[in-house]
């Protein structure tokens, strides 16, 4: 049974990566439905939900497109169905409304004979309902729902997100528009078609989530509800709907058929674990969005739905709101009558259509790729299915030396002019661009048309620049013909209030006010009860277009000191609007007419290594090499202001310090001395060994691009081997001591401060005290402290020592002074602690081995640098096998690795088109990775292993040698996956077994080899 769980897996994980042959079967299916529906039926009417009436106009609009472009068969009915008055009803009643207004459309249309004699508000007619219900039971409907306001996307508001460009598969049609994720969801649609066969009823799907997987094959139980699932992992289902399924009705290799048992929305661990609804393989069942409704439960939607408008006025009335995938959904679910029943309108809805049940269609190869966040668009263009993508598609674009566009950057439906640069990973769609702009690496412009040629002088060479990691769209004011310029970070979130996590540009918000000298009445008004975030913030001006591109770079920071003044009069003058007052205020009819350099241009780390670059080519080594540090000192500078962001700066000098002896002749001259109260503190953590995403941490990537790790804490030989014992003393001064009885007294701590010399083996130590605070807040002028310290790991082991014995020091001189030693203060304390050593590091090391176990951790890019961590609840069943199959073994080779990190970092400052592509597929890695230990699938962790260890000999091929190949050769036969740990160059390799079996026989082969010289150790996971 185990054995084709297994295979199951390992075929689905393949399937879920032939994205390519899935949509073109998809699209070929579409096109034949569209082309000949008498062969390939096709569906009777498409309905589209909208906001607005006004949004509603431009979703008519886009249909009537879609039917010109072959995208939905002539005969199919298309109607977009706004909200009434444009109130929000919630998803439920919005898929009521849409069925009445089909019913309607139907009823005018096919029962002309009975439309002057039903009113046309509700639907009542006795026998003529009665013809049309029976009518529309055999219809094949698709709704989509595509209302409401994209806050997460927010410039997709004035397109609708549903219709974002996805350019998939676009060079098969060279020649054709853009594909819109729309034409994506209707290509898997029509093949859901065929599900139905000649039972009537509808399917119900997201606009913001395309489900790739094979629909034709869906097995859809007969009068009945069914919703569509996926197995994920338990930290993904915390912020998404899941679907609690009973025991197995029919199963096969690639889809399963339960009945439903509860329905749970972002539930937590405990709560999923209560509600039993954890499968046997540690993941549960992802509720997609994707609902299907036939035969007799159609009937009794159709009916309801027909008499539905009292129930939306009802609702209209009390302002409340009907959702789908909570309200309307649980009548179908016996197990939430009693809480529907509490709800608006439960009653009628449990009464009306509980009487049949819902059931769970679980397809095991459905790739969910959901299009919730900015960075989740660019990471499904730059991800799974970056080969699909169209990066060129009806665009004109200047010769490459006429401007500086990236191969990544993805240009669709615009016109650049030369003098243009546009960075790594961008989307540039629906816009034309004049010369003379910046736009940086992974930023999104939408719908904007920068034309500056008359309104700049032309000394200025660089007239606009949009930094990396932002979005820039234009809005049409309806009523006014005015066009708002709007911009925001591709990571801020709008929802998120000024009080807790909110940004703007990528900043927190009490720093945007401070930069710019702003007050928060600017912003938001008193009276107001919501709170105060990005989504209502009246911080756009309505300006002369010339004049709100100059306040645009001055609220984000770029704006040059002499003008700074003069653009913040010119904001707080003008008339600004929020995200919130735009949404509402979008002229929809327009998108349907019409779809000197300064310092802040490249970051100076950059600008150096061009400099340098070119000095070389110029064979001008001498003033190459004066220049070069000034490289690193750039890279030190950019990483120290993301990682030291709200750190107190004054903690890392020692002004006004004194040295023991002058502070008890000066201070203590007739007082009487505190009592001395002895302390002592212990601190011993594990190493760490990381599977995949190492490099993606290291500055300046982490500075600038999303990284991703997946690694694991583990004892060595029984024990947690890296530690730090640290005593208070009655006499004053510090007393440092190693492991290898090297020993340090301090006296005067003046002499502790940065920069520390390189050779020196406390700096460590006494970067500890820095950080803590323990110097600069004179902690030590009545007691001393003996600090001792251990790593008992060979040299060059590449398990991350250094910086998890750092973390272990700050954490005992933390509890020593009753300070915040919680893992997230000691972790940012440690980052900032590598940049006052000078060593440059990452920030792997320190969360391996602060945090326990295997954990996922992505960092974020931007100021300040964030991360977040995720453990992996890793199951007895995973943690037993990882322990029988995973050997660490010290290759016997001290890791020379201080050279690898500066090849690596120039090569990125050169943005080596190789190494960029190598870091970002680590990346994907960690990612499927943390997927794959979390179902137990340790052979594909042994393939990710190998796909990472050629990856980084691509960055660096010194990264291993002879003896290592040796190694790697011996073991290759009892092995699905090995590599170095850290950054290769030897140090300790992890070898994974194909089964346990093999495990035992290579490690003791490997003890009997004394020509590799290679040690193999007992490890634990550190839980």
């Known amino acids: 049974m185990e054995t084709s769980r297994k295979a199951g897996r390992s075929s689905r994980a393949k399937q879920k990566h032939d994205l390519a042959s899935l949509l073109r079967k998809s699209w070929y299916h579409l096109r034949l439905s569209v082309r000949h529906p008498s062969r390939v039926p096709t569906w009777d009417a498409i309905l589209l939900t909208a906001a607005s009436p006004e949004q509603a106009q431009l979703y008519t609009w886009q249909l009537q497109r879609a039917k010109r472009m072959g995208r939905i068969a002539p005969s199919t009915v298309t109607l977009a169905v706004p909200d009434p008055d444009g109130q929000r009803i919630g998803s439920g009643a919005a898929t009521l409304n849409a069925i009445h207004a089909l019913a309607l459309h139907y009823r005018k249309h096919l029962l002309p004979d009975l439309h002057s004699q039903v009113a046309s508000t509700n639907g009542s007619g006795g026998g003529d309902d009665v013809a049309l219900a029976e009518l529309m039971?055999?219809?094949?409907?698709?709704?989509?729902?595509?209302?409401?306001?994209?806050?997460?996307?927010?410039?997709?508001?004035?397109?609708?997100?549903?219709?974002?460009?996805?350019?998939?598969?676009?060079?098969?049609?060279?020649?054709?528009?853009?594909?819109?994720?729309?034409?994506?969801?209707?290509?898997?649609?029509?093949?859901?078609?065929?599900?139905?066969?000649?039972?009537?009823?509808?399917?119900?799907?997201?606009?913001?989530?395309?489900?790739?997987?094979?629909?034709?094959?869906?097995?859809?139980?007969?009068?009945?509800?069914?919703?569509?699932?996926?197995?994920?992992?338990?930290?993904?289902?915390?912020?998404?709907?899941?679907?609690?399924?009973?025991?197995?009705?029919?199963?096969?290799?690639?889809?399963?058929?339960?009945?439903?048992?509860?329905?749970?929305?972002?539930?937590?661990?405990?709560?999923?674990?209560?509600?039993?609804?954890?499968?046997?393989?540690?993941?549960?069942?992802?509720?997609?969005?994707?609902?299907?409704?036939?035969?007799?439960?159609?009937?009794?939607?159709?009916?309801?739905?027909?008499?539905?408008?009292?129930?939306?006025?009802?609702?209209?009335?009390?302002?409340?709101?009907?959702?789908?995938?909570?309200?309307?959904?649980?009548?179908?679910?016996?197990?939430?009558?009693?809480?529907?029943?509490?709800?608006?309108?439960?009653?009628?809805?449990?009464?009306?259509?509980?009487?049949?049940?819902?059931?769970?269609?679980?397809?095991?190869?459905?790739?969910?790729?959901?299009?919730?966040?900015?960075?989740?668009?660019?990471?499904?263009?730059?991800?799974?299915?970056?080969?699909?993508?169209?990066?060129?598609?009806?665009?004109?674009?200047?010769?490459?030396?006429?401007?500086?566009?990236?191969?990544?950057?993805?240009?669709?439906?615009?016109?650049?002019?030369?003098?243009?640069?546009?960075?790594?990973?961008?989307?540039?769609?629906?816009?034309?661009?004049?010369?003379?702009?910046?736009?940086?690496?992974?930023?999104?412009?939408?719908?904007?048309?920068?034309?500056?040629?008359?309104?700049?002088?032309?000394?200025?060479?660089?007239?606009?620049?949009?930094?990396?990691?932002?979005?820039?769209?234009?809005?049409?004011?309806?009523?006014?013909?005015?066009?708002?310029?709007?911009?925001?970070?591709?990571?801020?979130?709008?929802?998120?209030?000024?009080?807790?996590?909110?940004?703007?540009?990528?900043?927190?918000?009490?720093?945007?006010?401070?930069?710019?000298?702003?007050?928060?009445?600017?912003?938001?008004?008193?009276?107001?009860?919501?709170?105060?975030?990005?989504?209502?913030?009246?911080?756009?001006?309505?300006?002369?277009?010339?004049?709100?591109?100059?306040?645009?770079?001055?609220?984000?920071?770029?704006?040059?000191?002499?003008?700074?003044?003069?653009?913040?009069?010119?904001?707080?003058?003008?008339?600004?609007?929020?995200?919130?007052?735009?949404?509402?205020?979008?002229?929809?009819?327009?998108?349907?007419?019409?779809?000197?350099?300064?310092?802040?241009?490249?970051?100076?780390?950059?600008?150096?290594?061009?400099?340098?670059?070119?000095?070389?080519?110029?064979?001008?080594?001498?003033?190459?090499?004066?220049?070069?540090?000034?490289?690193?000192?750039?890279?030190?500078?950019?990483?120290?202001?993301?990682?030291?962001?709200?750190?107190?700066?004054?903690?890392?000098?020692?002004?006004?310090?004194?040295?023991?002896?002058?502070?008890?002749?000066?201070?203590?001259?007739?007082?009487?001395?505190?009592?001395?109260?002895?302390?002592?503190?212990?601190?011993?953590?594990?190493?760490?060994?990381?599977?995949?995403?190492?490099?993606?941490?290291?500055?300046?990537?982490?500075i600038e691009r999303a990284g991703c790790v997946l690694n694991m804490a583990i004892s060595l030989e029984g024990s947690a081997p890296i530690g730090t014992i640290i005593e208070t003393t009655e006499t004053t001064g510090v007393l440092i001591t190693d492991d290898v009885n090297n020993q340090l007294h301090i006296e005067d701590y003046k002499s502790i401060s940065a920069p520390f010399d390189g050779d020196d083996p406390f700096r460590l130590v006494k970067s500890a005290l820095l950080v803590t605070g323990i110097i600069h807040d004179n902690v030590l002028v009545d007691m001393g402290m003996k600090i001792k310290t251990w790593a008992n790991v060979p040299r060059g082991s590449g398990l991350g020592t250094s910086s998890i014995l750092a973390a272990a020091v700050v954490k005992a001189l933390l509890q020593i002074i009753d300070g915040d030693d919680s893992t997230e203060n000691v972790a940012r304390l440690v980052l900032v602690l590598e940049q006052l050593m000078g060593t440059g590091g990452g920030w792997q090391d320190q969360i391996g081995g602060l945090y326990p176990g295997i954990k996922c951790t992505s960092s974020f890019p931007g100021i300040p640098l964030r991360l977040q961590v995720i453990p992996l609840l890793a199951s007895p069943q995973l943690v037993s096998e990882l322990q029988q199959r995973l050997l660490v073994v010290f290759t016997g080779q001290v890791r020379l690795a201080h050279k690898v990190l500066q090849k690596v970092v120039i090569r990125y400052l050169r943005r080596d088109n190789l190494l960029v592509s190598s870091i970002k597929r680590l990346v994907e890695l960690a990612k499927i990775g943390r997927e794959a230990l979390m179902n137990c699938d340790i052979d594909e962790l042994g393939e990710i292993m190998l796909e990472a260890w050629r990856l980084h000999q691509e960055l660096d091929p010194y990264c291993s040698d002879e003896s290592v190949d040796r190694l790697f050769s011996f073991a290759s036969p009892y092995c699905c996956g090995y590599k170095l740990v850290g950054a290769g160059g030897g140090g300790f390799a992890l070898l994974l077994a194909k089964d346990a079996d093999l495990a035992m026989e290579l490690r003791h082969r490997l003890q009997d080899n004394k020509d590799l010289d290679a040690k193999v150790y007992d490890w634990q996971i550190f839980l």
């Open 137 to 702: 039971a055999k219809k094949h409907i698709l709704l989509l729902h595509a209302g409401g306001d994209s806050k997460r996307v927010p410039w997709a508001n004035p397109m609708g997100k549903v219709f974002l460009p996805l350019p998939y598969l676009a060079g098969d049609d060279p020649d054709g528009p853009v594909p819109l994720l729309f034409d994506h969801i209707l290509a898997i649609a029509s093949c859901a078609r065929q599900a139905f066969g000649t039972e009537g009823g509808m399917l119900t799907m997201t606009g913001d989530v395309l489900p790739c997987f094979d629909a034709s094959t869906m097995t859809l139980p007969q009068d009945t509800s069914c919703i569509i699932t996926v197995p994920i992992t338990l930290d993904v289902a915390s912020n998404h709907g899941v679907i609690v399924a009973a025991k197995t009705e029919h199963t096969t290799q690639n889809y399963t058929v339960s009945l439903v048992d509860n329905l749970l929305q972002k539930p937590s661990v405990e709560e999923l674990v209560k509600s039993k609804a954890v499968l046997a393989d540690g993941r549960t069942l992802l509720d997609t969005g994707i609902i299907a409704v036939r035969g007799k439960a159609w009937s009794e939607l159709v009916t309801l739905s027909c008499s539905s408008q009292q129930m939306i006025s009802e609702l209209l009335k009390i302002k409340k709101e009907m959702s789908l995938y909570e309200d309307l959904v649980a009548a179908w679910v016996p197990a939430k009558h009693e809480w529907l029943r509490k709800r608006p309108l439960g009653e009628e809805l449990v009464n009306k259509l509980g009487k049949h049940k819902m059931f769970s269609y679980c397809d095991y190869d459905l790739l969910f790729l959901h299009f919730g966040t900015s960075n989740e668009v660019l990471e499904h263009l730059s991800g799974v299915g970056s080969e699909l993508v169209g990066r060129r598609h009806l665009c004109s674009i200047p010769a490459t030396t006429a401007s500086d566009i990236t191969a990544s950057a993805v240009i669709l439906s615009s016109k650049i002019a030369p003098g243009v640069s546009i960075g790594e990973d961008s989307l540039i769609y629906d816009s034309s661009i004049s010369g003379g702009i910046q736009i940086g690496s992974l930023c999104i412009v939408v719908g904007v048309n920068i034309a500056l040629e008359d309104h700049i002088s032309a000394d200025n060479s660089i007239k606009f620049m949009l930094p990396d990691r932002h979005c820039l769209w234009e809005v049409p004011l309806v009523g006014s013909g005015e066009r708002v310029l709007v911009f925001c970070g591709l990571h801020d979130n709008p929802k998120s209030s000024l009080s807790r996590d909110g940004t703007f540009c990528g900043k927190p918000w009490k720093k945007v006010l401070h930069d710019l000298g702003i007050q928060e009445s600017d912003l938001w008004e008193s009276s107001s009860t919501d709170e105060k975030c990005l989504w209502n913030s009246k911080i756009f001006p309505i300006l002369p277009y010339s004049q709100m591109l100059n306040v645009a770079l001055w609220l984000m920071g770029l704006a040059k000191p002499k003008t700074e003044h003069m653009l913040s009069l010119l904001w707080k003058s003008s008339s600004r609007i929020s995200l919130e007052e735009l949404h509402r205020s979008i002229d929809f009819s327009t998108m349907c007419i019409v779809q000197e350099q300064n310092s802040n241009i490249l970051p100076k780390s950059r600008a150096y290594q061009v400099q340098v670059d070119l000095l070389r080519a110029c064979n001008d080594e001498a003033t190459a090499c004066k220049l070069e540090p000034k490289v690193w000192a750039a890279v030190a500078d950019e990483t120290a202001s993301a990682v030291r962001y709200g750190f107190k700066e004054h903690l890392s000098e020692s002004p006004g310090s004194l040295s023991c002896h002058e502070y008890q002749n000066n201070h203590y001259d007739g007082q009487i001395c505190q009592p001395f109260h002895p302390r002592m503190v212990k601190v011993e953590l594990p190493v760490r060994v990381d599977f995949v995403g190492g490099w993606s941490d290291t500055p300046p990537w982490s």
